[in-house]
């Protein structure tokens, strides 16, 4: 389809919108990252630490004081693969990897920012806030009705600073309103919560450059995600078991987040776990009661399940 998506799980999302064929709109880095040579630069997650003036360096230069944060410069398959905070110098030693950087440990707010981008200019934004859950894991996003006008004006500047002639989408990731990862996408985890009409004015800035979007009725909405234990080779459940999860008015979609037919170390996860669903609602209760059946379907007990 035009909106390349990689998993299955979130082609749900775009099949009902209309894209013209000679369209294409990326939702996975690969993608991005070969169709957007000028600006492909920024999965340089040392280079975007550099342009902000952050203390950083690849791993062979040791931090001069920790603890610092450490993860690939490039990572193209996401989920925070082999991320991890350096705690001292015996620790860094322990973890110096080939084609690693570190970087200041920023310690606050964990946001993504989806910006919409029109010839170096950010016209839009849409905040969700990360509420960690330890080891790289999230238990679920608030994704924000309300703006966020210092982050706006930080992330603005930066974009109108490296990003000059881009149009398209970006999401930044921010600590302490700072950016730690920057993708030439949107995040395809909760389009369902942005709003109807969201789609098809994603569709007409890849068309024709111009971002059209009646932002006036907006919601918080959530994203809670289920992570289970590493070592298990995890199956899918019933269909129609995660369906009548889905009957409750408040759930706007539930994604099974893993491919069945494939091990599960071949999947990239972070340190924390592997993630196996993620329910898209409107209420955070509705949505950690519909995370812990499927944790049941699982076979895992709620004080098992990693959230």
Not at 32 to 55: C, D, F, M, T
Not at 135 to 148: H, K, L, N, V
Not at 194 to 201: H, I, L, P, V
Not at 211 to 238: C, K, M, N, Q
Request: glycine residues 10%.
């Amino acid at each position: 389809m035009p909106i390349c998506e990689a998993d299955p799980w979130r082609r749900q999302y775009f099949e009902e919108v209309f894209c013209p064929p000679e369209v294409r709109v990326p939702t996975e880095d690969f993608d991005a990252y070969q169709w957007n040579p000028a600006h492909r630069w920024v999965y340089n997650k040392l280079l975007i630490a550099e342009s902000q003036g952050l203390l950083c360096a690849p791993h062979g230069v040791t931090p001069p004081s920790f603890p610092v944060f450490s993860k690939p410069i490039i990572n193209l398959r996401g989920m925070g693969a082999s991320s991890r905070t350096i705690a001292s110098l015996a620790d860094y030693e322990r973890h110096e990897t080939a084609g690693h950087f570190w970087m200041t440990l920023l310690v606050g707010e964990h946001v993504s920012s989806d910006i919409a981008i029109t010839n170096g200019t950010a016209v839009w934004f849409r905040h969700a806030q990360g509420i960690p859950a330890g080891a790289g894991t999230f238990d679920y996003w608030t994704i924000e009705a309300g703006g966020r006008d210092a982050l706006e004006e930080y992330c603005g500047a930066w974009v109108a600073r490296n990003l000059a002639g881009y149009t398209g989408m970006a999401n930044l990731e921010t600590i302490s309103g700072r950016i730690i990862e920057v993708h030439l996408r949107f995040t395809d985890q909760w389009p369902d919560l942005y709003g109807a009409g969201w789609m098809t004015a994603l569709v007409g800035l890849y068309a024709t450059g111009e971002w059209l979007f009646d932002a006036h009725d907006l919601r918080t909405g959530y994203s809670v995600v289920l992570f289970g234990p590493h070592g298990i080779e995890y199956r899918h459940p019933a269909a129609e078991r995660v369906a009548e999860l889905l009957t409750n008015p408040n759930v706007t979609s539930i994604q099974i987040t893993f491919h069945d037919e494939r091990f599960a170390g071949s999947h990239s996860m972070p340190p924390g776990g592997f993630r196996l669903a993620v329910v898209n609602c409107w209420a955070l209760r509705t949505g950690k009661q519909v995370r812990a059946g499927l944790a049941a379907l699982f076979g895992l007990a709620p004080h098992v399940a990693r959230s």
